[in-house]
Every structure is written in C-alpha cells, then in structure tokens.
C-alpha cells in the first residue's frame, strides 16, 4: 500500500510540495487547517486521514503516540527525523530519504505503525 504523508509544521511545505511532484502522496501541516494547532491535534489529524506523520519534533511527539496506541487507536505512524542526520533541513537529501522510506513501507520493509526514524 502507498504511504501517506503529513508533514509536521517545522518542515518546509515545499517538501511536501516536492513529494507530489515525485509521486508521494504528501501534505504539510503549513499553510494548512492545522498550522497553530496543537501537537495532539496534528497527530489525531494524522490519524483521522491515515497519514504517516513525518516531524523534527520527537521529544513531544512520542509520548503522544503511545497515549494514543495505549488508548487503542489505530495510527498509522511516525516518522522521527533527526536534527543530527539531517542538520541543515536541505530538501533534496530530505526528500531522497523519504521516497527511499515510502519505497521500504510500500515493499513492506519496514511498519512505521509505532515510529522510525529517517535515514539518508
């Protein structure tokens, strides 16, 4: 199954913008119903539209997660990127390593179900 995308609002909406042109199925929080919300409320979005949520923000968004696996909701994932992997947030090398992780997901390589984390 393709993936879905969501980027959280740190990351640029020209990723998610890039993506489409590439063939990923991806939106951004950014300029969007979501932009200001809560991190509970971009990860129920997330949920809701069975997106993938892809965020720098790791330290608020993994709790969060489990709350919502222990509740018993079906999420469909996250994707945590790295500050120290990806410094400058440069959208070529971001980009390159989320159509590698959408390819790994759609072959079945890996179930971002819980939380991955993003590799060049």
Not at 73 to 94: D, E, H
């Amino acid at each position: 199954m393709k993936p879905r995308f969501l980027l959280d609002e740190q990351l640029s909406p020209e990723l998610a913008a890039a993506g489409v042109r590439e063939g990923l199925d991806v939106t951004a929080v950014s300029n969007s119903e979501l932009e200001g919300r809560d991190d509970r409320a971009i990860l129920h979005a997330a949920i809701i539209q069975g997106r993938i949520l892809v965020t720098l923000n790791v330290r608020h968004f993994v709790p969060i997660l489990q709350d919502f696996v222990k509740s018993g909701a079906r999420v469909p994932g996250l994707i945590k990127i790295s500050p120290k992997t990806f410094p400058s947030q440069r959208l070529k090398p971001l980009l390159r390593s989320l159509k590698k992780m959408a390819g790994r997901i759609e072959r079945g390589e890996v179930d971002p179900s819980m939380d991955v984390t993003l590799t060049r």
